[in-house]
Nanobody
Framework: VRLVQSGGGLVQAGGSLTLACSAS????????VGWFRQVPEKEREGVSC????????YYKDTVKGRFTISRDNAKNTVYLQMNNLKPEDTAVYYC????????????????????WGQGTQVTVSS
């Protein structure tokens, strides 16, 4: 499976961006897909995750109500809509996808064991 990310860029605080994670070589609806972010000298953190089994979604507390993860099965793509962005959202964002994730508690960990996108920079200016 090859994951290709698009979106990202520079936006002012309060603005919006949409990240896309598209797959080739496999059917993404069968995968749990997680969005992660990382800033220099800090550990990577899970931002949002969507299960393949029942479509359950999960969010990091600090992005709840601002970020929305969704799938477009026809386009084999998962999106992360990010609204009301804050400077602390600045990071390189990655998507990851894996099959066989059966527990919501394991969505992030399970997705992280699968295939990864190339990463995309999101910069939020104050």
């Amino acid at each position: 499976v090859r994951l290709v990310q698009s979106g990202g860029g520079l936006v002012q605080a309060g603005g919006s961006l949409t990240l896309a994670c598209s797959a080739s070589g496999s059917t993404l609806p069968r995968h749990a897909v997680g969005w992660f972010r990382q800033v220099p000298e800090k550990e990577r953190e899970g931002v949002s995750c969507i299960m393949a089994t029942d479509g359950s979604t999960y969010y990091k507390d600090t992005v709840k109500g601002r970020f929305t993860i969704s799938r477009d099965n026809a386009k084999n793509t998962v999106y992360l809509q990010m609204n009301n962005l804050k400077p602390e959202d600045t990071a390189v964002y990655y998507c990851a996808a894996a099959k066989g994730v059966t527990s919501g508690d394991g969505c992030y960990a399970g997705a992280a064991l699968g295939f990864w996108g190339q990463g995309t920079q999101v910069t939020v200016s104050s």
